[in-house]
């Protein structure tokens, strides 16, 4: 019972702190977004932002499920900051680092898609929306 409150807290944190990014992204505030993604990774997951960065796509699920030891929950908040991150690069018209984490994404959100129980039309939209980016 205390595990589960305890991820629902931190799933409401998390909520809280991805709509304040989507927030400053939506006023092209690029710079102070990336920064509280960074925050969010160090603080709330407990992983440096450089290091899910300089990972190649290839290693990233195996670094985060068998090295970090991150189960679905954790896995579904860094392809949302993953994702948002890449609208950031998108819009601020920055294609290499933009493909750089939306592939991460998106092998993320293809994993949570095959192994999680919850059903997510979400996970869709968003990888149609990462598809189109890296497709153009």
């Not at 304040?20 to 505030?29: D, S």
């Not at 997951?45 to 090295?67: P, W």
């Given at each position: 019972m205390?595990?589960?409150?305890?991820?629902?807290r931190?799933?409401?944190?998390?909520?809280?702190?991805?709509?304040?990014?989507?927030?400053l992204?939506?006023?092209g505030?690029?710079?102070?977004?990336?920064?509280k993604?960074?925050e969010?990774?160090?603080g709330?997951?407990?992983?440096?932002?450089?290091?899910?960065?300089?990972v190649?796509?290839?290693?990233?699920l195996d670094?985060?499920?068998n090295?970090?030891?991150?189960?679905?929950n954790y896995l579904?908040?860094?392809?949302?900051l993953?994702?948002?991150?890449?609208?950031?690069y998108?819009?601020?018209?920055?294609?290499?680092?933009?493909?750089?984490?939306?592939?991460?994404?998106?092998?993320?959100?293809?994993?949570?898609?095959?192994?999680?129980?919850?059903?997510?039309?979400?996970?869709?939209?968003?990888?149609?929306?990462?598809?189109?980016?890296?497709?153009?």
């Amino acid at each position: 019972m205390l595990r589960r409150d305890y991820i629902s807290r931190l799933i409401e944190e998390f909520a809280r702190f991805l709509a304040a990014v989507a927030g400053l992204r939506k006023e092209g505030n690029f710079e102070e977004a990336l920064k509280k993604i960074d925050e969010v990774y160090s603080g709330m997951i407990g992983l440096e932002a450089k290091v899910i960065r300089s990972v190649g796509s290839g290693q990233l699920l195996d670094l985060l499920q068998n090295d970090k030891k991150f189960d679905n929950n954790y896995l579904k908040m860094i392809a949302d900051l993953l994702y948002e991150e890449g609208q950031i690069y998108h819009e601020s018209g920055d294609p290499v680092s933009m493909r750089n984490v939306y592939e991460k994404a998106a092998i993320l959100i293809r994993h949570l898609m095959a192994t999680d129980s919850t059903f997510s039309f979400d996970w869709y939209e968003k990888l149609a929306t990462i598809d189109g980016a890296l497709n153009a």
